[in-house]
Nanobody, 123 residues
């Protein structure tokens, strides 16, 4: 079992940057694949980015490729999402996720979810 807590959301102008962080409670945090999903008002939740247990493999949705970067610091039990060149359509609640299998995150079915943090991009 792993508990996840996101931070770093907020309001930013289009073209700006934000960095989301997600801390994990499990002593085996470093063995989990981690990722981020988002859900905009009136839309389905969608995959954003993921990486495997050591960060050697990363995955991105086409809509964020080249603008967002996912990374992790296993010594701090934390995963990050650096978001640059933000657009109004990036406005959503962002969720941190974890699973033992990275493909389950990419396919949209991770086991563990955080509570979410709001990101709002103004035009």
């Amino acid at each position: 079992q792993v508990e996840l807590r996101e931070s770093g959301g907020g309001l930013v102008q289009a073209g700006g940057s934000l960095r989301l962080s997600c801390g994990g409670s499990s002593s085996s945090f470093s063995t989990y694949a981690l990722g981020w999903f988002r859900q905009a008002p009136g839309k389905e939740r969608e995959f954003v980015a993921a990486l495997n247990w050591n960060g050697g493999h990363t995955y991105y949705a086409d809509s964020v490729k080249g603008r967002f970067t996912i990374s992790r610091d296993n010594g701090k039990n934390t995963v990050y999402l650096q978001m640059n060149s933000l657009k109004p359509e990036d406005t959503a609640v962002y969720y941190c996720v974890a699973d033992k299998v990275d493909s389950l995150i990419v396919r949209g079915d991770p086991l563990h979810w955080g509570q979410g943090t709001q990101v709002t991009v103004s035009s």
